[in-house]
């Protein structure tokens, strides 16, 4: 068996929360302050994994069950995810349906999770992250789908590696609206700036965070650290989309990869500095338009 | 490849008019979608009419790009109404119903592939959204603005039908089409003033109350 694919799935597990310090990193130097140190997640998960839980009476086990299945969702997805350039651990035809549900899983776990503490608060958060995925998902399935088309594959492993420099000169506008598609999707799924604010704890506006204001202890630790993987397993999506090159060379195209990663976290960095966040009210409207670009580029292909 | 890319930005810039809430934003990117287009007769002729293409694209240029947005932008400053574009259908759902349109002018494209002189399946999606992108605003926005708006996206899009199926209309007929535009353009925008100044709005959907 080979070895390889294991190996990268180990570090994206190691690096994934090193992404989010470098997009509070860059946020922090573009506002002229130095910000917390780069591995500021690490020493959080360490810390809470350390704490112990404490459970309202009103909760059941889907409560304590939320945080467990989310994050071995995500880590499901993780397995279907190519690592830049090489394939993931675990390929088959149609995993991309896969990867899509896994991601679907994670969230409705999380849902129901908000929803089992009785807050009509977290409800109200559940209420908005179900009804912009369910305008996200249907953007991220059509971009796949055209990318299907392009590289005549149905397995991530082969769909992403496979997008060349030629695909980019053939194909070229129904590639950069995908990726125009995905950059707006992964904001919004993880519940970036111009979605949402990681930052704020601002009850009207909040969709992500106030689902999991009730959750403490370990059981933060892990939707922390799932939101972590999440973040990177659709940023490398978008990165091995966005970089035609392959050298065939196992550290060649990871060292490729990680710098495509390191890039856009610091776009995302540059991305939170530079927009405010959206009223609530246009966030479809933005969502919506990801999808007509999702829906323009499939049928670019198609024709 | 070229000619690709200009289509799919002329279908963007539909689409964009289509979620866009502003009416100063919105002439904007008429008038982008204008200059754009202007570049369209370099791509598509023949060889041999270089004089012609040039002299076509600076006047398309001069009209769509230059004069319709100063004219437009006039209008909206003496109407001094609220900016906004008081849509009958909301901003999601016409995108919504964008992306229905955008399918239906490829599947349209798709039946009439080959009538032309070597033109592509998206050289005609992008003409016929263009026509149906502005129907729609002429009908689902209340601004007597965006009328004028929804007719030049309309406009737009026979031009680049015209230019991409038949490949060499007698310039007469262009320059012609271009003249009745302009007068168009001209009288709506007086038009407009006059309705402006009689009622303290340009909303279209009041006119009906008129009596004689």
Not at chain 1, 47 to 62: F, H
Not at chain 2, 63 to 89: C, D, H, Q, W, Y
């Amino acid at each position: 068996m080979n070895a390889i694919p294991w190996i990268h799935m180990v570090v994206a597990l190691v690096l994934a929360p090193l992404l989010l310090g470098v997009i509070n990193r860059t946020k922090a130097r573009v506002a002229g302050r130095d910000g917390a140190p780069l591995l500021q997640l690490y020493f959080d998960l360490w810390k809470l994994l350390r704490k112990g839980a404490v459970y309202s009476r009103t909760t059941t086990w889907v409560f304590r069950a939320g945080p467990l299945i989310g994050l071995a969702a995500v880590l499901g997805a993780l397995l279907l995810t190519p690592f830049g350039k090489s394939a993931a651990p675990l390929r088959f035809d149609g995993d991309l349906i896969l990867f899509a549900y896994w991601l679907g899983l994670m969230r409705f776990v999380t849902v129901l999770a908000a929803l089992d503490t009785g807050s009509s608060f977290e409800g109200m958060g559940a209420s908005r992250e179900v009804f912009f995925s369910a305008l996200a998902e249907p953007a991220f399935l059509l971009g796949l789908l055209g990318l299907a088309r392009v590289t005549d594959a149905i397995s991530l492993s082969t769909i992403l590696p496979g997008v060349t420099a030629a695909n980019w000169l053939s194909a070229g506008p129904a590639l950069a609206l995908i990726a125009a598609a995905w950059l707006v999707i992964l904001l919004a799924e993880n519940a970036r700036i111009p979605v949402d604010d990681p930052n704020t704890h601002l009850e009207l506006t909040m969709i992500h965070e106030v689902m999991v204001l009730d959750h403490g202890g370990p059981d933060l630790g892990l939707i922390l650290y799932g939101a972590a993987l999440k973040l990177w397993v659709m940023g490398a999506l978008l990165v091995s989309l966005l970089t035609p090159v392959r050298y065939g060379v196992v550290w060649q195209d990871a060292l490729v990869f990680l710098g495509g990663m390191l890039i856009l976290a610091v776009g995302i960095g540059l991305i939170e500095s530079a927009m405010a966040r959206l009223r609530l009210t246009r966030v479809p409207q933005l969502l919506m338009g990801a999808l007509a670009l999702a829906a323009l580029a499939l049928m670019l292909t198609m024709k | 490849m070229g000619l690709d890319t200009l289509f799919v930005f002329l279908v963007l810039t539909s689409l964009i008019l289509l979620g866009s809430s502003l009416l100063s934003s919105s002439i904007r990117v008429v008038a982008l979608q204008g200059a754009v287009l202007s570049f369209l007769p370099f791509l598509v002729m023949e060889p041999g009419w270089a004089g012609r293409a040039v002299f076509l694209a600076a006047l398309t240029m001069a009209l769509k790009g230059i004069v319709f947005p100063t004219l437009l932008n006039r209008s909206l400053r003496e109407a001094n109404v609220r900016r906004e574009m008081a849509p009958l259908v909301g901003y999601s759902l016409s995108l919504a119903l964008g992306i229905a349109l955008l399918i239906l002018a490829f599947w349209l494209a798709g039946r009439l592939h080959g009538i032309g002189v070597g033109l592509s399946t998206l050289s005609l999606a992008a003409a016929f959204f263009m026509m149906f992108t502005g129907l729609f605003l002429i009908i689902a926005r209340r601004k007597a603005l965006t009328q004028v708006l929804g007719f030049l996206v309309l406009e737009n899009g026979i031009y680049s039908f015209g230019l991409t199926v038949v490949g060499h209309i007698h310039w007469l007929v262009e320059l012609g089409v271009l003249l009745d535009v302009f007068v168009a353009v001209f009288i709506m925008g007086i038009a407009i003033d006059h309705i402006s100044r009689e009622f303290d709005h340009i909303n279209v959907d009041q006119l009906d109350q008129l009596k004689g």
